[in-house]
């Protein structure tokens, strides 16, 4: 779940650039990229946190491979480094 959340939150759109910014932020190139046919596009419909509404999200199949695995890397390290409730040292003198 913690790794869906991460995914989401790195797929999630940044705010839309200024009229102004956005020529600057072109690429020069007259040719459009075309899509790597090893690297497909992968969407799907993701309900956000307090919404019923599903969000459309789109990434490369790698950059999604990797926002997994970085979010389950991210829950391991915080179960590795969990402490329980008990303690396990005698407390007082």
């Known amino acids: 779940m913690i790794s869906v959340l991460l995914a989401a939150a790195l797929f999630a759109?940044?705010?839309?650039?200024?009229?102004?910014?956005?020529?600057?932020?072109?690429?020069?190139?007259?040719a459009p990229a075309k899509p790597d046919e090893k690297d497909p596009m992968?969407?799907?419909?993701?309900?956000?946190?307090g919404s019923l509404l599903p969000k459309k999200s789109c990434a490369s199949k790698s950059v999604r491979e990797q926002a997994e695995r970085l979010g389950r890397e991210d829950v391991e390290a915080v179960q590795r480094n969990a402490r329980g409730p008990f303690k396990t040292e005698p407390s007082g003198p």
Not at 15 to 29: G, S
Not at 42 to 49: L, S, T
């Open 42 to 49: 992968i969407c799907r419909y993701e309900k956000p946190i």
């Open 13 to 30: 759109p940044a705010d839309p650039p200024t009229p102004a910014a956005a020529p600057a932020a072109q690429p020069t190139a007259a």
